[in-house]
C-alpha cells in the first residue's frame, strides 16, 4: 500500500495521534457526567441506553444468526453494532457549549453504552476463540475478566481523577490548566495499558472524577480541550 501520502506504514506510526483524540474524546464525556443533575434522570437514561446498546445487538445478531446461521459472525457483528462512535457529538456540544438535559442524557447515555460495547464485545470474542478452536465456553474469560477490566479502568480513573482535581484548584492560569490536563491524559492511558485496562473507560472516569469533585472545574476542561480538540479530531477522522 504505497499509494497516496497516508501510507500504510505511516498511519501505524500515527497510532498515537489516535490514542490522544481517543482520551481526549473520553475524557470530554466524563466531564460532562455530574452527578446531582445525572441522578434526577436516572430512569431515563437506563432506558435510552438499553434501547442503544442492547436492542442493536440483539437484532443484529438474532438477524445474522437467522439468514446464514452463523454463531460467530452474528456475535461479532452484533457486538459492533451497540457501539457508538462518540466523537462528532462530543465535537458538537463543545463547539456549541451546549448545557441542559439532553445534553447531559446524551452524553450519560454515550458514556453507559460504551461501557456496554465493552462488554458484549468481550463476550462474543471469548465465544468466538471458543467456537473456533472447539473448546468448551469459558465463564471466567467470558464474564468475569471483563467486569473487572471495567471495574479496574474505573478505579483507576477515580482514583488518578481525584488527585488531579485538586490540583487543577490551585492552577491559576490556563497553561498550568493544560499542562495538568495532559498528565492525567497520559498517565491515566499509560497505566491503563500497563495493567490491561480500557484506556477509553479510565479516561472517562477520570474526567467524572474531576467533575463531582469540583462542578467548576467543567468549565476549565472545555475552555483548556476547545484548542486541542479540533486538530487531534481531524487528524483522527484518517
Known amino acids: 500500500m504505497n499509494n497516496g501520502f497516508f501510507t500504510r506504514d505511516i498511519l501505524l506510526e500515527m497510532t498515537v495521534v489516535t490514542q490522544i483524540a481517543l482520551a481526549l474524546i473520553a475524557i470530554s464525556i466524563g466531564a460532562e457526567l455530574e452527578w446531582k443533575p445525572l441522578k434526577s ?43 457508538t462512535a462518540p466523537a462528532a457529538t462530543v465535537a458538537v456540544i463543545q463547539q456549541y457549549r451546549a448545557k441542559g438535559p439532553l445534553t447531559s442524557t446524551i452524553i450519560a447515555v454515550v458514556g453507559l453504552d460504551d461501557a456496554v460495547s465493552f462488554m458484549f464485545f468481550a463476550f462474543s470474542l471469548t465465544m468466538v476463540k471458543s467456537l473456533f478452536r472447539q473448546e468448551s465456553f469459558d465463564l471466567l474469560h467470558a464474564f468475569i475478566l471483563p467486569v473487572w477490566e471495567i471495574v479496574l479502568s474505573i478505579m483507576i480513573g477515580a482514583i488518578v481523577g481525584y488527585f488531579i482535581a485538586r490540583l487543577l484548584l490551585r492552577a491559576k492560569d490556563s497553561e498550568s490548566v493544560i499542562f495538568i ?42 475552555l483548556s480541550f ?13
Open 41 to 83: 434522570m436516572g430512569k431515563s437514561i437506563v432506558h435510552i441506553t438499553f434501547a442503544g446498546a442492547i436492542l442493536p445487538f440483539v437484532l443484529v445478531a438474532g438477524s445474522i444468526y437467522l439468514i446464514w446461521h452463523d454463531l460467530a459472525l452474528s456475535l461479532i457483528l452484533g457486538s459492533v453494532a451497540s457501539a
Open 226 to 238: 476547545s484548542s486541542l480538540t479540533p486538530v487531534f479530531y481531524a487528524l483522527f477522522s484518517f
Open 181 to 222: 490536563l495532559a498528565f492525567l491524559m497520559f498517565f491515566v492511558s499509560g497505566i491503563s495499558m500497563a495493567l490491561n485496562a480500557s484506556e477509553l473507560l479510565a479516561n472517562m472516569s477520570a474526567g467524572a472524577m474531576v467533575v463531582n469533585v469540583n462542578p467548576h472545574l467543567k468549565k476549565k476542561i472545555r
